[in-house]
């Protein structure tokens, strides 16, 4: 996704967790600005557009932005978490390598001799 659709994506999650008005004014002031990038396609990532909105001056200056970029962050990692943990195999799974024995190779070896 480009930086115009990032904006789009994060403009819809702020407006799903009722952000601060000034919250979706800088969005919607970040998105006209972004409007000539619309049909790039050179891709970013949801996180780099968030990170790079907390360093912003108007974000700094102003704690209802910064509450509300930080709380798509924390939501953000917390499905990271999730997802990582979904795809961990269980505990009780052996996961553990254990290679096979000089004769399973050497009964091996010996079938392919009578084959070939």
Excluded: C
Aim: hydrophobic letters at 35%; proline letters at 4%.
């Amino acid at each position: 996704m480009n930086l115009y659709e990032q904006l789009h994506v994060v403009h819809e999650r702020l407006e799903g967790i009722g952000a601060h008005d000034d919250s979706m004014d800088l969005v919607e002031k970040l998105l006209k600005r972004a409007e000539p990038t619309k049909h790039e396609k050179t891709s970013v990532a949801q996180v780099q557009v968030v990170r790079h909105m907390l360093r912003m001056p108007e974000v700094i200056d102003n704690y209802n932005i910064y509450n509300d970029l930080q709380e798509l962050l924390s939501e953000r990692e917390e499905s990271d978490i999730a997802a990582r943990e979904d795809a961990a195999p269980a505990a009780y799974v052996d996961t553990s390598h254990r290679p096979k024995p000089k004769s399973f190779y050497k009964a091996q070896k010996d079938k392919a001799k009578k084959k070939g």
